[in-house]
């Protein structure tokens, strides 16, 4: 007899569980955060179990591997999302195959991905990913040079800018934790109030989602409490 919650659809159940009471313990409503399952490395198999449990976002990593899985399960419905490191020569299969990029760190990516954006789709939904960990992470833009950048990807034709993402270094330290995702949160505001219009903070993954939801992630990136440890 298998229990109920083990296997891809106990474990997202689990996690709703996880996310509505974050939300919950700081007067936010559970729908207020979106959950995207993180599938790098799991096959299409392992997604196609995730979306006959009702999971309809998906995050993939690795170009090649990531839009294989998209043309496998082409029909599911699925809204992919690419969030891993995008080196200049892949963006134009990025920009065709997903509907979201949550990890652009300099303007060159995103005005390819603006121009290689197949006319007949709908605009790209970007995030800025932002170094919130200092010297303690390499990827994402400085904090300082975030306002020039945000600006310039907004005003890409084929783009629209949705928000910010972080990825900050791991800690068990809740407090450090939340500090990281209040400053992305921060940065949000300063761009709203300069006349932004960002409505996403893609933060949070597998071992620190409660701190990013208490911080006001509206989407939050999980793998391994859905897929299990990767290999
Ligand atoms: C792998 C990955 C995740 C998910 O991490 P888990 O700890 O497995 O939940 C989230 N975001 C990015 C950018 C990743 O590469």
């Given at each position: 007899?298998?229990?109920?919650?083990?296997?891809?659809s106990g474990r997202l159940q689990n996690l709703a569980l996880r996310i509505a009471r974050a939300a919950e313990a700081v007067g936010r409503e559970p729908a207020g955060v979106r959950l995207l399952a993180v599938s790098k490395t799991w096959p299409a198999d392992s997604v196609r179990e995730a979306a006959a449990a009702g999971q309809r976002a998906f995050g993939e990593n690795y170009v090649q591997?990531?839009?294989?899985k998209v043309e496998a399960l082409a029909g599911l419905g699925l809204e992919w999302h690419f969030i891993g490191p995008l080196q200049s020569n892949k963006t134009r299969l990025v920009a065709n195959s997903f509907a979201w990029v949550h990890s652009i760190d300099r303007l060159k990516i995103?005005?390819?991905?603006?121009?290689?954006?197949?006319v007949h789709l709908p605009p790209l939904d970007v995030c800025i990913q932002v170094n919130v960990?200092?010297?303690a992470s390499k990827s994402g833009v400085a904090p300082d040079d975030l306002p020039e950048l945000a600006r310039a990807v907004a005003a890409l034709p084929r783009l629209r800018l949705r928000g910010l993402m972080a990825i900050p270094e791991p800690t068990s330290d809740v407090a450090l934790q939340r500090a990281r995702f209040a400053s992305l949160r921060q940065l949000r505001e300063q761009l709203n109030a300069g006349g932004l219009q960002l409505d996403t903070l893609s933060m949070g993954m597998s071992d620190d989602l409660e701190a990013a939801i208490a911080e006001g992630s509206t989407m939050v990136r999980v793998g391994t409490a859905i897929f299990g440890g990767r290999a």
């Open positions: 007899m298998e229990d109920y919650k083990s296997g891809i591997e990531g839009v294989a995103a005005e390819r991905l603006s121009e290689q954006r197949d960990s200092g010297e």
